[in-house]
């Protein structure tokens, strides 16, 4: 595909013009980065997976009925996706305390919450992503009050399939981040699940041993994070386990 206009160019995406309007490419770069850019590195083949990881996810959610921005996957790196108005604002779930939550409130990491907990950061590297509330949000314009409730439930319709499909392959979703998008359709708007669902960001841990399968392993120079995400896609199926050596990975069409 012949390349377009470039749209917007993030830490690890890139996003060109689509072939029709409404629509953009969106590109898997391989750079890996941590502490909002501080730790950077490009690691070879990851794009590849978190293209195919977060269109086998975003694929799911599509199916049950939850709206999502993938429209299908172009190549081993692009997808084509609709354009959508992001709000700007990153939407955590936590499933078990971990990373800024254990520091912020001193739970110890891995306690299971007593409920799913829904969080708000406001999209600001400069500022470095900050924690706000509901409070904040409608003040400051970004959303409305029902906007919250509508991120609210798909948030939590996310993280029902998520942790399911994960619990099924041995994988705790502990926590995980989306960004969600408003659409017009005439005068009506409605919001759907937009950017990427990847090892990039959600925190995943083996059920049984509780080795880190995401970013963390980058974060915290626990390993290969090559090998982390390649074990979550051969878990759920995107890869195929193989027995003997290969040159590289090798990805189900």
């Known amino acids: 595909m012949a390349r377009r206009r470039m749209v917007y160019e993030g830490k690890a995406k890139i996003l060109y013009e689509g072939p029709e309007p409404g629509t953009l490419i969106q590109f898997f770069k391989d750079d890996t980065t941590a502490g909002n850019g501080e730790k950077h590195e490009m690691i070879d083949g990851k794009g590849v997976l978190n293209n195919r990881l977060s269109e086998h996810f975003m694929s799911g959610l599509n199916a049950i009925g939850v709206p999502t ?44 919450l007593p409920r799913p907990i829904v969080e708000f950061y406001y999209k600001n590297d400069d500022l470095g992503d ?51 998008g408003r659409v ?16 990039d960001s959600c925190r995943l841990w083996d059920l049984k041993t509780g080795e880190k399968l ?23 199926g995107v890869m195929p386990r193989q027995n003997g050596s290969t040159t590289g990975p090798k990805l189900v069409h």
């Open 69 to 112: 921005h993938f429209i299908k996957r172009l190549n081993m790196r692009e997808q084509l996706v609709r354009a959508v108005e992001i709000i700007p604002l990153e939407v955590v779930v936590r499933n078990v305390a971990a990373g800024s939550m254990s520091k912020r409130l001193g739970i110890e990491e891995g306690s299971p």
């Open 130 to 180: 900050p924690l706000v509330t509901e409070e904040h949000i409608i003040a400051f314009g970004w959303a409305t009050q029902q906007d919250l409730d509508d991120m609210v439930a798909l948030a939590l319709r996310v993280n029902d399939f998520m942790s399911g499909m994960m619990m099924g392959v041995g994988i705790k979703l502990v926590d995980f981040k989306i960004e969600i």
């Open 184 to 199: 017009y359709e005439g005068d009506f708007q409605r919001l759907i699940v937009a950017d990427e669902i990847s090892p």
């Open 214 to 236: 995401d970013k963390d392993v980058f974060r915290r120079d626990l390993g290969s994070v090559s090998d982390a995400y390649t074990e979550v896609a051969k878990r759920l």
